[in-house]
């Protein structure tokens, strides 16, 4: 007996508004702005609100931990209820947050408005998903690294911005300013933003999701928190600990919920690719459909099919983008600040001058790599631009570890670190994740590559900050002090190469199906 076809007849794409790409831009933007003006700012919210530095570096940290939550929940959520729907979502968080915290009376307050903030970070998971449904491969690559360059902020002039403000005026004009592009933002993507149904069938499986949240937040706490806590002490083991055990639940409950969809799939007489020896899928919607004839209602399906992570077109992805942050960020944003303003190990520079030399030119470049990216992504495989990102990072990482008793050379070095990393390499992997994932779960994928983000900042920045706290400690003077957080972050990033050389390519048939969608020539 023949197999009852599965193929579905594609709809109509929606016409393509001229003014996409600026809304999700603005979209976007009013959530970077949150990251990135607020640095300078952190003295100024601590005492305005009276409040310790410990409290003010909690909030950053519940920011962050929340970006990581909302990239995967919020994302696959997409799936089952479309794009536009929970970006509005994510623009009304948004809102609230920045209102909570323009208004704070106090540091509680402050924080919650920081946790809704946070969430809203999965409006770059989703518009990557957005431009995916709705532009051709070419026009994608474009648009993707367009979104990706918003990732820098204004090249990094928004930092320096951030610190005038708080120097004049106080951290609460940042939140007022936040705020109205919030505002503007999600009234465009109402406005500008076509709705497109829906990619999956079936129910959000809101039980993975919460023991995906818990896991999350206890290893990135941990993670942050350890340093100061300490890393032996209770609290840093109970959150790790707690966190892993969480993560392992989940796990346990992916892989029920996977069977589950799997053994529907069979009795309906329709497996997917995804089950072959060599971990590939395809579309596997039907996978987790309408129940059977008699079901009380949709099924619930995996937040992450157990079988797409064991794909090698997942899981070396997930690992590239971790090590890759880990070593990348953690350098830039720890390591690197603290080396070039220390009298007696580096440069002595004031925090201006360190942040104009070695930060801004970086984060500038960035928005210049990444259109680049986004442009060769759909010309010569997202993978290979992976790639290039990926080596490019590491020879600019070993000249600047080799030679970073040399101003100028060090300079040059992390110039170029912001191209390969900040541009090319952050560009591809958003790329590279978009197109990877089968259609029904693309917000999956998308969504843990965008935690992965976080994770990896995270891991970058506590192994640093331990590692020169330990060396310190140790009895290690000068230069000698900062020697194993550079070579530490070297290391991440040749684990970084290594991972990103067995991500598995994207077909060409897979690569191309998309490309008869209506062009948008205008974008």
Not at 54 to 74: D, H, I, N, P, R
Request: glycine fraction near 12%.
């Amino acid at each position: 007996m023949p197999l009852r076809s599965t193929e579905r007849t594609p709809a109509a794409p929606p016409a393509i508004p001229r003014f996409l790409l600026p809304a999700l831009v603005l979209a976007v933007l009013g959530y970077q702005i949150n990251a990135t003006m607020l640095s300078p700012a952190l003295p100024d919210i601590a005492r305005r609100l009276d409040t310790s530095s410990s409290l003010v570096g909690l909030s950053q940290t519940l920011f962050f931990l929340m970006a990581a939550v909302g990239q995967v929940t919020m994302a696959r959520l997409s799936d089952y209820r479309g794009r536009k729907p929970v970006m509005l979502l994510c623009g009304a968080l948004l809102i609230l947050g920045n209102l909570a915290c323009a208004l704070a009376p106090g540091i509680s307050v402050y924080l919650a408005g920081r946790v809704l903030q946070g969430v809203s970070a999965a409006m770059f998971s989703l518009a990557f998903l957005t431009l995916n449904d709705l532009l051709p491969p070419a026009a994608f690559g474009r648009a993707a690294g367009i979104i990706s360059a918003v990732n820098g902020g204004f090249a990094g002039v928004d930092a320096i911005l951030g610190g005038r403000l708080a120097d004049t005026v106080g951290f609460r004009a940042i939140f007022v300013g936040g705020l109205l592009l919030s505002v503007v933002g999600t009234a465009a993507v109402a406005r500008c933003v076509p709705a497109v149904a829906p990619k999956a069938e079936g129910a959000m499986d809101w039980l993975g999701a919460t023991l995906l949240a818990l896991g999350l937040s206890g290893v990135l706490i941990g993670l942050a928190q350890g340093a100061g806590w300490g890393w032996t002490s209770v609290a840093t083991l109970g959150c790790v600990l707690g966190g892993l055990a969480a993560l392992t639940a989940f796990v346990l409950v992916q892989r029920a919920r996977s069977g589950t969809a799997r053994t529907a799939a069979d009795g309906d007489g329709a497996r997917t690719d995804a089950e072959r020896a060599d971990g590939e899928w395809t579309d596997g919607a039907q996978a987790g459909g309408e129940g059977r004839p008699g079901s009380p209602g949709p099924r619930t399906t995996p937040v992450i099919d157990i079988r797409l992570l064991a794909s090698r077109r997942a899981w070396p992805l997930l690992l590239t983008v971790t090590l890759t942050l880990a070593g990348a960020f953690g350098a830039l944003a720890l390591t690197v600040p603290l080396f070039t303003q220390d009298p007696h190990a580096g440069y002595g520079l004031s925090a201006t001058r360190a942040a104009l030399l070695y930060a801004t030119p970086a984060a500038a470049i960035g928005v210049v790599g990444a259109p680049l990216a986004g442009y060769f992504g759909p010309r010569v495989g997202w993978r290979r631009v992976a790639l290039v990102g990926s080596a490019g990072s590491l020879l600019a990482f070993a000249v600047a570890v080799l030679f970073r008793d040399e101003p100028w050379v060090l300079f040059a070095a992390l110039a170029v670190l912001g191209l390969t990393y900040n541009g090319i390499s952050i560009t591809a992997l958003n790329g590279l994740a978009v197109v990877s994932a089968p259609k029904d779960q693309q917000g999956a994928l998308t969504g843990l590559t965008g935690a992965c983000f976080g994770v990896g900042a995270s891991l970058g920045t506590a192994l640093a900050s331990g590692l020169i706290t330990a060396a310190g400690t140790g009895g290690a003077t000068g230069a000698a002090a900062y020697t194993g957080a550079f070579e530490a972050a070297l290391v991440l990033l040749v684990l970084a190469m290594a991972t990103a050389l067995v991500i598995r390519s994207v077909p060409a048939d897979e690569s191309t199906h998309e490309a008869r969608r209506t062009p948008a020539a205008h974008l």
